[in-house]
């Protein structure tokens, strides 16, 4: 499998039949847990296994993390192995938010050192606009070893390590939320509303047309918030639980760009009211 990022609807489908194409959907509802579970139940794609999102590509957080804390890559190895993924597999992850949830399997495989990882164009809508068949039930991978071959701990950035640093002396610090979210309007999942001062807004859908496909290489880099390009400039992407920073992440390798996942992201953040947050804390949600 080419080390490009994304794969379209057609180039999979050709690659079904092959033994080492491991298809993973990674559908997940914040809001409602079970629900994805339930949506790959229903329908997924032929031979897709299914990875959730808190059991599989999270660890259970304490007190002082965020959301979706990184699992080791220990406890990460034997969950690619339950998965069916082994060291010669080819990995496919799709989800049906236009890889916001996909992007992050993507990201932990390349972390542990798997670059034969790409994500489905469009996901589930893109599969199903091309007239591809999707089955149901539950299919139990049969599973394999995997190893992780060089994990990227520099590629983290911790809390500690955040606010240690001024905004001029960090680089670019890039929040996928939405708007409403980063600015304080509203946050629906976390406890304070805000963003990290000295952050900016790229809400990981701008990189989406309205079909959930990726923008062109142009259009992404287009999208970028000045600065980001320079070629001193270090990018830490975050967002509520370093989830859909990884998607931000997967925009940067379309283009050629590297960046640095702040992998607690504000749900972390938050946990220690004396970190500065923008706009300051007047009153509880």
Known sequence: MPTNPLIGASELATKLANAETVVVDCRFNLMVPEAGRQAYIDAHLPTAVYADLDRDLARTPSPDEGRHPLPSPEAFALTLGALGIGNASDVVVYD???????ARLWWLLRWVGHTRVAVLDGGLPAWNDAGYETTAGWVQPQKRVFEPTRVHSDWVVTTDELARTDAKSRGSLLDARAPARFEGREEPI????????????????????NKGLFLSPNQVRANLPPGVEAADSQVIAMCGSGVTACHLLLALELIGLTGKLYAGSWSEWIRDSARPIEPPRTEPL
Request: no cysteine; aromatic share 4%; charged share 10%.
């Open 96 to 102: 049906d938010q236009g890889g916001a949830i996909a």
């Open 190 to 209: 976390d406890p304070v509303a805000g963003h990290v001062p000295g952050a900016v807004n790229l809400p990981f859908n701008v990189n989406l047309d």
